[in-house]
């Protein structure tokens, strides 16, 4: 039985949705010093921020009861967030530690969200020994390192990265077969690309032309949506269409490079 390549692209995908938001990647172990521990909890860390202690066995969540382990802490800088969460620079909230501290205490917090109220409440998911201003300084490093690793990652897995204009969207030409309709039905497109340059692999003709899911459903609504006339460096997939053709596509929300990621990919093609 010949494998349907978009079947396969669904089911990642889907594999992608299904891991727990809150956990991205096992806390560090024991042993573990110095940078290496703040790079690995910084991976982990949803939201990382300096902070001071106002009041241990404290909450300013009502649905939360206050014990040794909770305290209200303010926060003073963050250093690392993500998705749509408020910037709390300055405000209060709760923190269910991993460890006791006194109040007063300042220190950089290595946290996951658990609530989200009238105020935030976060797990911390581990400590680094050392000063304020050292902790932060190692874990701007970090992210540096975090973010170019996961952009070396996928400009391995990609198959062409070219950048260009999009001269066009059109729908897809399915040949009189309809494909089954899914409950997450990608709803495919293509555009066809102006190349410009070539980062990765080769481009024959001067126009490239790949596929995208153009629906908004909760699968695919941060996928790329290419529109005429946009301009930008894309990471493109080799897949097998429902007609067993091999065709280009790009449908993960990091398929299409911010102008930073395309000159650090450059520098890395042409040093």
């Not at 891991?19 to 110095?34: C, I, K, N, S, W």
């Not at 040794?68 to 408020?86: M, N, Q, Y």
């Not at 899911?213 to 301009?231: N, R």
């Amino acid at each position: 039985m010949k494998k349907n390549g978009w079947g396969q692209t669904n089911r990642f995908i889907s594999s992608l949705l299904a891991v727990p938001l809150l956990f991205l990647g096992a806390l560090p172990g024991a042993a573990e010093t110095g940078a290496g521990l703040v790079k690995n909890l910084t991976r982990s860390a949803q939201f990382v921020f300096r902070g001071t202690i106002e009041r241990t066995g404290a909450a300013n969540l009502s649905i939360v009861e206050p014990d040794a382990k909770t305290a209200i802490v303010r926060v003073d800088e963050v250093l690392k967030t993500g998705g749509t969460l408020d910037d709390f620079t300055g405000r209060e909230i709760t923190v269910f530690l991993s460890e006791p501290r006194k109040t007063g205490d300042q220190g950089v917090f290595f946290t996951n969200v658990r609530l989200l109220g009238e105020s935030l409440g976060v797990d911390e998911v581990g400590r680094a020994s050392g000063s304020a201003a050292e902790l932060a300084a190692q874990v701007e490093s970090a992210r540096g390192e975090i973010v170019n690793e996961g952009l070396a990652a996928r400009v391995a897995a990609a198959d062409l990265i070219v950048a260009g204009r999009v001269l066009e969207t059109r729908a897809i030409d399915a040949g009189g077969k309809e494909a089954p309709s899914t409950e997450h039905d990608p709803l495919w497109r293509e555009a066809v690309l102006q190349v410009s340059s070539v980062l990765k692999g080769k481009a024959v003709e001067k126009t490239v032309a790949f596929r995208y899911p153009s629906s908004v459903d909760v699968m695919w609504a941060l996928a790329p949506k290419p529109s005429p006339g946009q301009t930008g460096t894309w990471l493109l997939h080799r897949r097998t269409s429902e007609s067993g053709a091999s065709v280009y596509a790009a449908f993960d929300p990091q398929d299409l490079m911010s102008a930073a990621e395309a000159k650090i990919a450059e520098r890395w093609v042409n040093p």
